[in-house]
């Protein structure tokens, strides 16, 4: 039956309309709730502004702390190559030296080796 009672027209009005006020009111809840969380994360932001403004110049200086170190630790590791370099050197020059110093005193053994010798031909000439 196509027949619809006003009654049952306004029945349904009343259940459509007490639909829409529980939608609206739930929708209203949570654009509270959005609203309570973007007065949250406002506060939040704000805070951490303050926070960075309060400690931002700690924050260079660490980073300038940082940087130095680093370049300090660069230098270091240059002086201690070159502090290598020189070992090196010097183990190569005492070599060096050693070698000289044997071969100098070699040569002045068959010097003085060799001036004994004349002294004992002259002696015998003289003596003979």
Same mark, same amino acid.
């Given at each position: %039956? *196509?027949? &619809?009672?006003?009654? !049952? *027209? $306004?029945?349904?009005?009343?259940?459509?309309? =007490?639909?829409? $006020?529980?939608?609206?009111? =739930?929708?209203?809840?949570?654009?509270?709730? %959005? &609203? #309570?969380? +973007?007065?949250?994360?406002? !506060?939040?932001?704000?805070?951490?502004?303050?926070?960075? #403004?309060?400690?931002?110049?700690? %924050?260079? $200086? +660490?980073?300038?702390?940082?940087?130095?170190?680093?370049?300090?630790?660069? +230098?270091?590791?240059? &002086?201690?190559?070159?502090?290598?370099? %020189?070992?090196?050197?010097?183990?190569?020059?005492?070599?060096?030296?050693?070698?000289?110093?044997?071969?100098?005193?070699?040569?002045?053994?068959?010097? $003085?080796?060799? +001036? &004994?010798?004349?002294?004992?031909? #002259?002696?015998?000439?003289?003596?003979?």
């Amino acid at each position: %039956m *196509l027949f &619809v009672t006003t009654r !049952e *027209l $306004n029945e349904d009005l009343a259940q459509r309309l =007490e639909d829409a $006020n529980s939608t609206l009111l =739930e929708r209203a809840q949570d654009r509270g709730a %959005m &609203v #309570a969380e +973007i007065e949250d994360l406002r !506060e939040e932001l704000k805070e951490l502004r303050v926070f960075k #403004a309060k400690h931002g110049r700690e %924050m260079q $200086n +660490i980073d300038r702390l940082r940087a130095d170190a680093e370049k300090q630790k660069q +230098i270091t590791e240059t &002086v201690l190559e070159e502090f290598v370099k %020189m070992e090196n050197e010097r183990d190569e020059l005492r070599s060096e030296f050693e070698k000289s110093l044997l071969k100098l005193r070699q040569s002045n053994y068959q010097r $003085n080796r060799a +001036i &004994v010798a004349e002294l004992d031909e #002259a002696e015998e000439e003289l003596l003979g």
